[in-house]
């Protein structure tokens, strides 16, 4: 194991935030009742995802700057755990979706029309497929440097079509999702409690923790992988 | 001015009836069964970072072995 201090700090938040999370006092909110919860679980998904993203971010603007091959690797790996993340995000919202979004009076199947016009669904999707399209395109390119060059090119533009597609539009329409027009989807004082936020910021800080450990895992062994191939 | 207390009294009433009518898993907190759920995804947890661990340490052994 290699400087684990972090490591162990990011699996004692997430332990804080499995105890903390199901026994903390929350609000009394009707429609959401004791899913409020999912706060320390699914948004902590959209979190870890935007804060991989833009060390993948970082990582393909220091490829491009000094050419070193490592900061590829990293970038790629980055942005695979961020995807891992989004995609978590995306499957707990559906769940959470389904029990607190739906009209009482119709099935989930026929409230399907309602949910799928979303604003921050589509943006959500979008964004993810974006990011989708970065892993297609860098596997089509065989060649080395072609492939670090063009897909850390593709990344910048990535990153940058996250800001419409989450954080601009969704919060310009109108939404069953908190944070639509008016307020915060993550931090609302009207439907999260100030307590909540003792849990929250932590577990912000556990889930990202654990995607880096991830994703570290990830590089080294790409890393080891590639100096087998080249001797 | 007087109404006005009177209501804004109501108002607290009603919000505070309101909020104890909300269903809420307060069963499963007197009885202690939410300490189950905490152990059950505690252990899964454990097993995840478990796994990690022996993953980081593989990879460390292989980088010392090259």
């Known amino acids: ?231 | 001015m007087k109404k006005l207390i009177l209501a804004s009294f109501f108002l607290l009433f009603t919000f505070i009836v309101n909020a104890q009518n909300v269903t809420m898993a307060d069963q499963m907190k007197e009885n202690g069964k939410i300490y189950v759920v905490i152990a059950v995804i505690l252990t899964i947890l454990a097993g995840l970072v478990l796994y990690l661990i022996r993953l980081d340490r593989k990879i460390s052994k292989l980088e010392k072995n090259k």
């Open chain 1, 1 to 231: 194991m290699r400087k684990s201090w972090w490591k162990i700090l990011g699996v004692l938040l997430l332990v804080y935030t499995f105890i903390a999370g199901l026994l903390i006092e929350v609000p009394r909110n009707p429609q959401l009742q004791e899913t409020i919860r999912n706060l320390f679980f699914h948004v902590c998904m959209w979190f870890g995802m935007m804060i991989l993203f833009i060390v993948s971010f970082v990582r393909a603007i220091m490829y491009l700057r000094t050419g070193k091959h490592i900061h590829d690797i990293a970038s790629r790996q980055y942005a695979g755990v961020g995807i891992l993340f989004g995609l978590l995000g995306y499957l707990t919202g559906a769940i959470w979706m389904s029990y607190t979004w739906i009209d009482p009076n119709r099935s989930l199947f026929n409230s399907f029309d309602t949910v799928a016009r979303e604003p921050k669904l589509i943006g959500a999707a979008i964004a993810l497929l974006v990011y989708a399209a970065y892993l297609v395109l860098r596997d089509s390119i065989q060649d080395m440097d072609k492939r670090a060059r063009i897909s850390a090119v593709y990344n910048i533009f990535a990153f940058a079509m996250l800001f419409p597609s989450i954080w601009i539009i969704p919060r310009l329409l109108d939404s069953l999702h908190p944070g639509g027009s008016e307020g915060n989807p993550a931090l609302d004082p009207g439907s999260a409690s100030p307590n909540m936020r003792l849990v929250f910021y932590p577990a912000i800080a556990g889930w990202t923790l654990i995607g880096v450990w991830i994703a570290t895992l990830k590089i080294r062994m790409k890393i080891l992988y590639e100096q087998k191939l080249s001797q």
